[in-house]
Nanobody
Framework: HVQLVESGGGSVQAGGSLRLSCVAS????????VAWFRQAPGKGREVVAV????????DYADSVNGRFTISHDSAKNTVYLQMNILKPEDTAMYYC??????????????????????WGTGTQVTV
């Protein structure tokens, strides 16, 4: 049974930090593409960050590049999103996504939510 469970959200003042966690069950997270998406009220779901299988490659949305860091802990089968210098516009529900079955050879395909089969239920971040 595949499951992704997010935690770590909360309320924080602008300029503060939070670390989100995504614990996976049903597969080995370090051998999968895993992404964090977010959705603010009245807006579409947008990608925040992605980590590629093996953890050596990461990429970020321009809006968070330099402030957020995605990483994984193989021993805990967990992906993290460290969020620093938080801004009010970072307020959203944050979702962990994995389970990519296929994707194009290049480009920022990972920005499209449709490539990810498995989703958590989200954790709220309020700045």
């Amino acid at each position: 049974h595949v499951q992704l469970v997010e935690s770590g959200g909360g309320s924080v003042q602008a300029g503060g930090s939070l670390r989100l966690s995504c614990v996976a069950s049903g597969y080995t997270i370090s051998t999968n593409h895993v992404a964090w998406f977010r959705q603010a009220p009245g807006k579409g779901r947008e990608v925040v960050a992605v980590i590629f299988p093996g953890g050596g490659t990461t990429d970020y949305a321009d809006s968070v590049n330099g402030r957020f860091t995605i990483s994984h802990d193989s021993a805990k089968n967990t992906v993290y999103l460290q969020m620093n210098i938080l801004k009010p516009e970072d307020t959203a529900m944050y979702y962990c996504a994995a389970g990519v079955l296929g994707h194009p050879a290049g480009g920022r395909w990972w920005a499209a939510a449709g490539y990810f089969r498995d989703w958590g239920t989200g954790t709220q971040v309020t700045v």
